[in-house]
């Protein structure tokens, strides 16, 4: 995906980025190739393969969420920023916490940070688990993308939500993961309020996107078939 094309589909999910936003993405993606050279950031250097399966993945959670309506974001397991930090360069109301378990990481992320001069978004260098413990209904949106089972990421995350907010798992294909999904949806008391499913632009690859909220009283919410399911965007 060339900038063209990433701009154009970008447009498609209802987002018209401004030449200062496609210039900080451009500089991101200069230091991540930069910083790749002396750690493992990531295994996808190609231009067009960042702009494709790093920052406009990261901005497919627009097919679930306005992202608009919300102040408090969290990333959990957030790597090399995908996609908490290019949500943020994307959705500058946004308030972002970024945590990752290996401080070298967020060393490039505060690198990248500081250089953009980006506001309002900090690093924590702790595991989700016990990141879970300190901090609890705190952020409108949890996100994480591709970073363990989703029995483990909605026990790690739904806590860190405000009642009646929104922890969103970024994955690819969610079928081999639904009972355990409706398992631990039900034990956390959550409620799985959809799964977006799409293809990935150019390579068609499978991509799933589950939303789910913390209910602010005991009732349990869970669709008895996947197929019940709203799949339109909040």
């Known amino acids: 995906?060339?900038?063209?094309?990433?701009?154009?589909?970008?447009?498609?999910?209802?987002?018209?980025?401004t030449d200062i936003q496609l210039e900080q993405l451009h500089t991101y993606y200069e230091m991540l190739i930069e910083w790749n050279q002396v750690m493992n950031l990531t295994g996808i250097t190609e231009e067009e393969q960042v702009y494709l399966k790093h920052f406009y993945d990261s901005l497919t959670i627009c097919k679930a969420i306005d992202l608009n309506n919300e102040s408090?974001?969290?990333?959990?397991?957030?790597?090399?920023?995908?996609?908490?930090?290019v949500l943020k360069i994307c959705f500058p109301n946004l308030k972002v916490?970024?945590?990752?378990?290996?401080?070298?990481?967020?060393?490039?992320?505060?690198?990248?940070?500081?250089?953009?001069?980006?506001?309002?978004?900090?690093?924590?260098?702790d595991r989700a688990e016990e990141y879970a413990k300190k901090v609890r209904e705190y952020y409108d949106v949890i996100t994480a993308r591709a970073v363990a089972p989703i029995n483990i990421l909605i026990e790690y995350c739904l806590p860190l939500i405000r009642p009646n907010k929104y922890f969103i798992?970024?994955?690819?294909?969610?079928?081999?993961?639904?009972?355990?999904?409706?398992?631990?949806?039900?034990?956390?008391?959550?409620?799985?309020?959809?799964i977006v499913e799409f293809?990935?632009?150019?390579?068609?690859?499978?991509?799933?996107?589950?939303?789910?909220?913390k209910s602010g009283n005991t009732s349990i919410k869970f669709p008895r078939k996947y197929s019940e399911i709203k799949k339109n965007p909040l």
């Open 169 to 194: 798992a970024m994955k690819g294909n969610i079928s081999q993961e639904l009972e355990s999904l409706s398992r631990s949806v039900i034990k956390m008391n959550g409620t799985v309020l959809k």
């Open 199 to 213: 293809l990935l632009p150019i390579e068609d690859s499978q991509r799933s996107i589950i939303v789910i909220s």
């Open 72 to 85: 408090t974001l969290c990333d959990i397991g957030t790597g090399a920023g995908f996609p908490g930090l």
């Open 1 to 17: 995906m060339n900038k063209d094309n990433f701009v154009i589909e970008v447009k498609e999910l209802g987002l018209e980025l």
């Open 97 to 125: 916490t970024l945590v990752d378990s290996l401080q070298k990481r967020l060393d490039f992320l505060n690198a990248v940070i500081d250089r953009l001069q980006i506001k309002d978004i900090r690093t924590v260098h």
